[in-house]
């Protein structure tokens, strides 16, 4: 078949010798070029409307549209249906920016290692430790086994497709190096016990750093260090250590105990005592003042009439003796063989008789 007159890819020439080589399609295309030219033009027009119908996309809810055209950024669409110019002038990657991904470091759950070249899962559980990223040394020179995980999204897509070759390799690399940072800044009890949440936190603001430095476009929502512990050959001296503390903290805090049981009963039992003594004084010089105005009164009533207030006080004071004695009224006539005593009250019954009675 003859050459157009350009002679370069893209004439008619050209479209023909490709139509030529499929199976099938050269002979019916050599059928129609023979209906004349309107024909061929027809099948052109049949053949870019159906190259134009392919640069329609859809790009679904929480995902942008990332436009390229001959490979540089000219456009970003969002949720809905759009249009572009087909390839290869234009090319579209659709980024979900809403989704959370993870990675892992110093293990493999089931589902990462499912793909291909993937590590086998360990008998006894359902992940399996990474050694060369779980083992880190700490800043007291200890090593600790750390796994964490990592919760992160898209927060730019077109920085997240152009600024890095691999943004999640470069996400892994960066948190091990923010996980064995801030380790390395930690005393191994710190990461251990208390300082564990610290050492959570400070990774996730250094990761956060390191990517934006990176200009990846990813956003770290979350960290989470699933297990921090002591390699498997010392596991057995540490777990005695940390029950030792335990068992020191519960001595400590049951001394505690009893010293906040014991210390306010002692100062009640104070406040008691003290307040009982200070009764008792308020009541004897209450006591000894009315006592000492009874006697003036009595002096200077003694003064005014001497014979009046000594009968008085001497009834008053027979009065106070024979309060509780019984008293036996005799007549003076009787005389004097009555006897001066008699036992006019009924004897109790003896213990015989009450018993004979029974």
């Known amino acids: 078949m003859p050459q157009g007159p350009r002679g370069t890819r893209g004439n008619g020439a050209d479209l023909e010798q490709v139509l030529q080589e499929i199976p099938g399609l050269g002979e019916a295309w050599s059928r129609l070029r023979s209906g004349g030219p309107l024909v061929t033009w027809i099948l052109l027009a049949v053949v870019v409307g159906l190259w134009l119908l392919t640069g329609f996309y859809v790009v679904g809810p929480g995902e942008q549209g990332i436009v390229r055209r001959f ?16 390839q290869p002038i234009e090319r579209v990657d659709v980024v979900n920016f809403e989704a959370v991904r993870r990675i892992e470091v110093g293990f493999r759950s089931v589902e990462s290692m499912r793909g291909p070249g993937a590590l086998r899962p360990s008998a006894s559980g359902g992940s399996q430790r990474v050694p060369a990223e779980a083992l880190m040394l700490t800043g007291d020179e200890n090593i600790v086994d750390a796994q964490m995980i990592v919760q992160y999204r898209v927060r730019d897509p077109a920085i997240y497709l152009f600024r890095l070759r691999s943004p999640e390799a470069s996400l892994h690399a960066a948190a091990e190096v923010a996980l064995r940072s801030m380790v390395g800044n930690s005393k191994i009890d710190e990461v251990l ?14 990761l956060q750093r390191l990517m934006d430095a990176y200009e990846s476009g990813l956003l770290v929502t979350e960290v989470q260090l699933q297990t921090v512990d002591p390699p498997d050959q010392v596991k057995d001296a540490f777990s005695e250590v940390v029950r030792a503390r335990e068992d020191r903290e519960r001595l400590i805090n049951q001394a505690r105990g009893y010293q906040e049981d014991i210390i ?20 004897r010089v209450l006591r000894a003042q009315g006592d000492a105005a009874r006697f003036k009164a009595l002096a200077a009533a003694y003064r005014a009439a001497p014979d009046v207030t000594r009968e008085r006080l001497h009834l008053e004071t027979v009065e106070q003796v024979l309060a509780g004695a019984e008293k ?7 005389g004097e063989g009555v006897l001066p005593f008699l036992p006019l009250r009924k004897p109790p ?5 009450e018993e004979g009675a029974r």
């Open 71 to 86: 490979g540089r950024h000219v456009a970003t669409t969002t949720a809905g249906l759009n249009w572009h110019w087909p």
């Open 349 to 353: 019954p003896a213990p015989a008789a």
């Open 264 to 283: 306010p009963k002692a100062r009640g039992e104070a406040e008691r005592v003290l307040r009982e003594a200070e009764g008792y004084r308020e009541e």
């Open 193 to 206: 016990t208390v300082g564990r949440l610290k050492v959570q936190q400070d990774t996730a603001v250094f």
């Open 328 to 334: 036996v009224l005799v007549d003076g006539d009787l």
